[in-house]
Structure formats: structure tokens, C-alpha cells
């Protein structure tokens, strides 16, 4: 998923004067639809119908009389503000407009191009890639984690009625330090490393892990899903441990899912 930028002042613009709140819609909705599709700000006419629906809205033609709304009603008002240009527009910062499409007035001064998403996707990639070589290259093998996870999973076995995930997770970082220095060495490993991906606080991240799955989750397993998850962003990351927390959130089922299938090392 990936995010538009709106400034917190759009509505008080000049242009925005004469826009109806069905043109503020069609212009919310397009600048989503041009993100998502990395168009540049280009939008099909075609498109126009299926990003607003105007069933049971009406405008008023005069004092006395109105009509039912449509799409092409919040078409107009834009291309009238000049907020949206058509083909043969006359708006000396937007490029020329092919016919069939629209255009959003100054796009690619507010939003990413197509151009610079999916490098900055290339690179993300590649990084979480040499990451993992990196990693399998510097000799921090599973046997490290194998104890730690048999204490823990040995303490996680024991029923436990109602689950209490600040406790477990203050038993487990008592083991982790407890046991042995080679998990801190673990531990240091992937948090330096992490930090080159711009995830601040790994910790935190086995710790949320551990609470919205309720598994008992090791520190190569923890490592394994924060990469996971990175690869699979379909947007730029600027926040890598916000998003991250939000991502161990959202797909906590899924997590559990996959830790109880043994899926991820
Ligand atoms: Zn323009």
C-alpha cells in the first residue's frame, strides 16, 4: 500500500473556490488512483466512473429544480478549477495530455513518479537481499537460537489459561540474557545490521511478535519475519519501524499462521 501527499491547506486554495464536495472527492480519489497505479498523474476518462459513485446525489440547476449527479458533473468542476486538464489545456507548469485522459494539475510536484517508486523499490529489495547474504555469510547459524528456543518453548507449554504477553515476553528477555553472551552476539548482530534498513528498534519488534501471535517466536524467527515483511512492502518504507509494528499488527493471524506451520526458520 502506498500513501498520496495532500496539503493540510488544499481546501482554502484559490482553485479549490468553486469545487463542490464532489469534485474534492474525484480529486481525493484521483491523486489514489495515479499513486496506486503509478501513472504519473495520467487518468483514463474510462476510469472516472468506477472512482466516484454518485447514486442518490443530486445538483441543483436553479432555485427551484435539480437533477441527479454524475461522475461527469465532479469532472467538470475540476477540469473548470483547472485542478484536472484535459487534452489541449492551456496550464503552463503540467505537461500536454494525450486525448482519453486526464491529468492532475501538478502532480509530480507533490507525489513520487512512476519512475522513482520503483527504484526506490529495486532498492529496497536488493537491500533486504544482500542483507540475508550478509547474514548467512557471517556464520550466526540456527544452532545459536536452538536452546533459547527449547527454554522458552519448554516455559510456553506449560497451560496457561489466561495469556499474560508482558510477562512472557519478561521471561523470555531473562532467558535470552540469562543463557548465554552468544544470543546478545546474535542479537547485536541483527540489530546492527537491521539499523542499515532503517529499522531503529528490533527488540521492540520480537516483543510485539511474541504478543499478537501469543507463540513463542525465537530471535532468528523474529529476524526472519521483519525481512520478510520488508521484501513485501509494495511502497516506499520511510518509517521502517512504524510501518513494521503496524505491519506485526495487522497480520498477526497470518504470522501465527505461518509460525505454527513451521514456515518461517
Ligand atoms: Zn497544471
Not at 119 to 142: A, I
Amino acid at each position: 500500500m502506498g500513501w498520496v501527499r495532500v496539503s493540510d491547506d488544499f481546501y482554502d486554495q484559490r482553485k479549490f473556490y468553486g469545487v463542490t464536495a464532489l469534485g474534492d472527492a474525484l480529486w481525493i480519489r484521483g491523486l489514489a488512483f495515479a499513486n496506486r497505479n503509478l501513472t504519473d498523474g495520467f487518468i483514463p476518462k474510462r476510469a472516472v466512473k468506477g472512482l466516484i459513485d454518485t447514486t442518490g446525489l443530486s445538483i441543483s440547476v436553479d432555485n427551484f429544480t435539480g437533477r441527479d449527479a454524475s461522475p461527469e458533473d465532479a469532472v467538470t468542476e475540476l477540469l473548470t478549477a483547472d485542478i484536472w486538464h484535459e487534452s489541449g489545456h492551456d496550464c503552463e507548469s503540467c505537461p500536454d495530455v494525450p486525448r482519453g485522459v486526464y491529468l492532475i494539475h501538478d502532480y509530480l510536484d507533490f507525489q513520487p513518479s512512476r519512475e522513482k517508486v520503483l527504484e526506490e523499490r529495486d532498492r529496497v529489495r536488493g537491500r533486504v537481499q544482500n542483507h540475508r547474504e550478509k547474514k548467512r555469510k557471517s556464520g550466526v547459524t540456527d544452532d545459536v537460537t536452538a536452546g533459547v528456543t527449547d527454554d522458552v518453548r519448554a516455559m510456553y507449554d506449560r497451560p496457561q489459561p489466561q495469556p499474560q504477553p508482558q510477562l512472557r515476553l519478561n521471561k523470555v528477555s531473562q532467558v535470552l540474557n540469562r543463557e548465554t553472551c552468544e544470543i546478545d552476539s546474535e542479537i547485536s548482530v541483527i540489530n546492527s545490521s537491521l539499523k542499515g534498513l532503517g529499522v531503529s528498534n528490533f527488540t521492540k519488534l520480537h516483543a510485539e511478535l511474541v504478543n499478537v501471535t501469543g507463540r513463542s517466536v525465537t530471535v532468528q524467527q523474529a529476524y526472519e519475519i521483519v525481512l520478510d515483511l520488508l521484501s513485501r512492502a509494495s511502497g516506499i518504507v520511510e518509517k521502517p519501524q512504524a510501518y513494521l509494528l503496524t505491519a506485526i499488527k495487522n497480520s498477526w493471524a497470518e504470522l501465527q499462521q505461518s509460525i505454527d506451520e513451521g514456515a518461517v526458520a
